[in-house]
């Protein structure tokens, strides 16, 4: 069995059919609108003289998250892993160490 779906735009300015969805931002907030030809044309019309006017902002990361932080007395995880197999605990090679082990490499190392 063959399926054909057909996704149809509603202009959500007019209630009429609408060619696609149109995306900009403003103050660090995107939005999106689904237009019709006539009104997307009048968008960009109207957006026209401030995009002339303006420049092209660097791309940010957003408030999400800024990637990972070291600190200078952060736990080696490599250190704690050959100090576990020395002292004969089982410990995998990658993901994360386990905090009885983490715990016991802490006592046996920082005095």
């Known amino acids: 069995m063959v399926q054909k779906i057909r996704t149809l735009f509603i202009d959500d300015i007019d209630g009429t059919e609408a060619e696609g969805t149109v995306r900009f ?15 997307a044309a009048d ?3 109207a957006l026209a003289p401030f995009i002339a006017a ?15 932080k070291t600190t200078a007395g952060r ?17 995998k090679d990658r993901g994360r160490v386990r905090a009885e082990i983490v715990a016991r490499y ?6």
């Open 25 to 39: 931002g403003l103050n660090g907030t995107d939005y999106e609108i689904d237009l019709s030809a006539a009104h």
């Open 106 to 111: 802490r006592e046996a190392t920082e005095r």
């Open 75 to 91: 736990l080696d995880t490599g250190n704690v892993r050959e100090w576990a197999k020395t002292q004969g605990l089982e410990v």
């Open 54 to 68: 303006s420049r092209k902002a660097a791309a940010s990361r957003g408030p999400g998250r800024a990637g990972r």
């Open 43 to 45: 968008l960009r019309g």
